[in-house]
């Protein structure tokens, strides 16, 4: 591929296939493709389609790699419309050589300007930030706060596969602000960072968070805000704007924002934020307050104020924290009964001071009300410390039994007892991998109830039907013919296999998957 891009449209079409190759024409013709930039060996670009998506494509020697935030994700008509606007208006794009000599170019208040400007706006997010240091710059706070304001108030509801996009721009700016705290900006930092944390909490209403990318960025802000309290003059009027900040962000489940903020506040600052939290004389600041007490070092204060929330584990791990185990398993134990998350800890502290007849019997509760694999493994390898394992299993073996809750585990636990009888009458409703071991460990000892396997195995997946489950029916069957290859029974393999071919005779891909059986 040439370095000045000079592709075609067969290079399009091999890339993205003739179909997302008709359809980008169709979104090229109608002027869909926005702010198109080149930078180096890769060209980002917006194009409008059902919404806005952001293409980024690498074009180099070995061919066109591009990307989208779109459903599709890559190879799509969105990426088919910017290369074509790449081969046929490319005089229109942005191109950025070299940008240490772009960025020297520009005045201080564009400098500025750029390192605080969100990456949907610009491509330069990866500007180097000690320009700034080197101008000497003065940052104009007032009016770059009302830039990010109005860049973060786009009134356009983002969508599960744009808000991974918006998410990646808002990152991208929240690090260009972690870099002025590093440069000694900690008052101007502070406030633009104030600024755009109330910004991203906005967002959580006109997005689909659904994998909680922007609840976890929103929170993280708020530790880049610890780091600039530290170095910053803070007055009485940024407290009120923390605690303002703090009501809106518990309604999205981002309280922990102002939670990490607050951690860079001395304790001056904590005592005069308590002042004001106090005089709100509203519950919904009761984890506010209680998170302020607990970093003025007032322990006793903070485990009872958790224990009068029904917040029992936050209480044991404040115990563990301070070294008294003793207590945060008394706790553990009085309060444990209904509550899952306090007996995992119970048997973590347990196990930590070598309780383990005890342990044992926490971790019997916990699988009991969750018989899991991951809470099995608990009692197996309790009960092994102990040398009760075998007499363990058995138990392990009845409850499954009598519970009918998980025949995976159960037969799992056959296999590993050899009681493959019990194995074979439990198997209703296991997963395919569990019949798949089930089926290897009989092959030797019994053939038939293993052909059995993964003859059901086999049939289920060429029925789901797909590239992959052809594959898997395939490794099915394999097997079936090494049986009865051993067993001598190959004459009883070749008819049931050509059976198999008629059946599904128009299933190609399967035909083609299984042809060397």
């Known amino acids: 591929m040439s370095p000045d891009f000079d592709i075609t449209e067969k290079d399009i079409i091999e890339s993205c296939g003739s179909k997302a190759f008709e359809r980008g024409l169709d979104y090229y013709r109608q002027n869909r493709v926005k702010n198109l930039t080149i930078f180096g060996n890769t060209i980002k670009s917006t194009v409008m389609g059902g919404n806005k998506y952001i293409v980024e494509i690498k074009i180099n020697k070995g061919g066109i790699d591009g990307r989208c935030t779109c459903p599709v994700g890559d190879s799509c008509k969105h990426v088919a419309a910017a290369l074509l606007f790449l081969k046929y208006k490319k005089n229109k794009a942005t191109k950025v050589e070299d940008i240490e ?35 000497k710059s003065k940052l104009d706070i007032a009016s770059y706060k009302e830039e990010m304001r109005s860049a973060l108030e786009i009134g356009h509801y983002f969508d599960y596969n744009e808000t991974f996009g918006l998410v990646s721009d808002l990152t991208a700016v929240k690090n260009s602000l972690e870099k002025l705290i590093d440069l000694g900006f900690y008052n101007e930092s502070c406030s633009l960072l104030l600024e755009f944390l109330s910004g991203c909490v906005r967002k959580e209403e006109e997005c689909d968070d659904s994998n909680g990318d922007l609840g976890d960025l929103t929170i993280d802000v708020g530790n880049s805000l610890a780091k600039a309290f530290k170095g910053a003059n803070i007055d009485e009027i940024i407290l009120q704007e923390l605690i303002r900040i703090y009501k809106d962000a518990a309604d999205y489940g981002v309280e922990d924002a102002i939670h990490n903020a607050i951690k860079g506040l001395d304790k001056a600052k904590l005592r005069t934020m308590e002042t004001l939290v106090k005089s709100k004389k509203d519950s919904e600041f009761k984890w506010l307050y209680r998170e302020i007490v607990n970093l003025q070092g007032r322990h006793e204060e903070y485990i009872k104020m958790c224990c009068d929330d029904k917040d ?43 309780n383990k007849a005890e342990a044992l019997s926490c971790a019997w509760k916990i699988f009991k009300n969750d018989p899991s694999d991951d809470n099995l493994k608990k009692i197996k390898e309790t009960s092994a410390k102990l040398g009760a394992w075998k007499s363990e299993r058995g138990k392990a073996v009845a ?32 997963e395919d991998e569990t ?27 060429i029925q789901q039907m797909g590239n992959e489950r052809y594959k898997a029916a395939k490794r099915y069957l394999q097997r079936m013919k090494r049986i009865h290859k051993n067993s001598r029974d190959e004459k009883n393999w070749q008819v049931y296999i050509k059976q198999i071919r008629e059946a599904h005779k128009p299933k190609r891909n399967f035909i083609a998957e299984i042809a060397e059986l």
Not at 111 to 134: F, G, Q, Y
Not at 324 to 350: G, T
Not at 448 to 455: E, V
């Open 399 to 430: 409850f499954l039994e009598a519970s009918e809750e998980n025949n995976d585990l159960l037969v799992m636990l056959c296999i590993e007892d050899n009681s493959w009888k019990k194995a074979l009458a439990n198997m209703k409703g296991i």
């Open 101 to 135: 000599s772009h960025l020297s170019s520009l005045s201080k208040s564009d400098l500025v300007r750029l390192i605080l400007s969100t990456p949907s706006e610009s491509m330069l997010k990866t500007i180097k930030l000690d320009m700034v240091a080197r101008k």
């Open 435 to 461: 019949a798949g071991k089930l089926g290897a460990a009989l092959e030797g000892r019994m053939p038939q109830d293993a052909i059995k396997i993964y003859r059901r195995l086999a049939e289920n997946n």
């Open 312 to 354: 029992y584990l936050e209480a044991v791990d404040k115990l563990v924290e301070l070294g008294k185990i003793d207590d945060a398993i008394k706790l553990a134990k009085e309060k444990s009964k209904d509550d899952d998350s306090l007996q995992e800890r119970l048997f973590e502290l347990l196990l930590l001071k070598g």
